[in-house]
C-alpha cells in the first residue's frame, strides 16, 4: 500500500451544505474502503487547509480515481501528496551515494 496526504477545502458548496460535512466523511471513508484503501487519519485544520487526511491506497490510480470522485461531490477541492515512510526515505536517500 502506498501512503497519501490529502490536503482539502470547502467549495462554496461545501460550506452552504456544512452540516452534511460528516456524513460525507463517512460515505468518502467507505468509498476508499471499497476501493481496497483506507483512512488512516482525519483532521479539521485551521489555516490554508480546511482538512488534512492520511490515506493508504492499492498505487496511484486508486488513489486518482478515489481523489476525483470527492472532486465530483462539488464539496471540496483536492491536493494530493504521496507520502515516503521513513525506510523508503532513507532508501532512496542511500542510492545517491
Do not use: H, N
Not at 460535512?21 to 482525519?42: N, T
Not at 465530483?72 to 483536492?78: D, F, K, L, V, W
Amino acid at each position: 500500500m502506498a501512503t497519501y496526504i490529502l490536503l482539502a477545502t470547502w467549495t462554496d458548496q461545501g460550506s452552504r451544505a456544512i452540516a452534511e460535512s460528516p456524513r460525507r466523511l463517512d460515505a468518502a471513508k467507505k468509498l476508499l474502503r471499497d476501493m481496497g484503501g483506507e483512512m488512516k487519519s482525519f483532521y479539521m485544520t485551521m489555516g490554508e487547509c480546511d482538512m488534512v487526511a492520511m490515506m493508504d491506497a492499492p498505487d496511484d490510480a486508486v488513489a486518482a480515481r478515489f481523489v476525483l470522485k470527492l472532486g465530483q461531490s462539488g464539496a471540496i477541492r483536492t491536493r494530493t501528496l504521496k507520502a515516503f515512510p521513513e525506510p523508503a526515505y532513507r532508501e532512496i536517500m542511500a542510492s545517491l551515494t
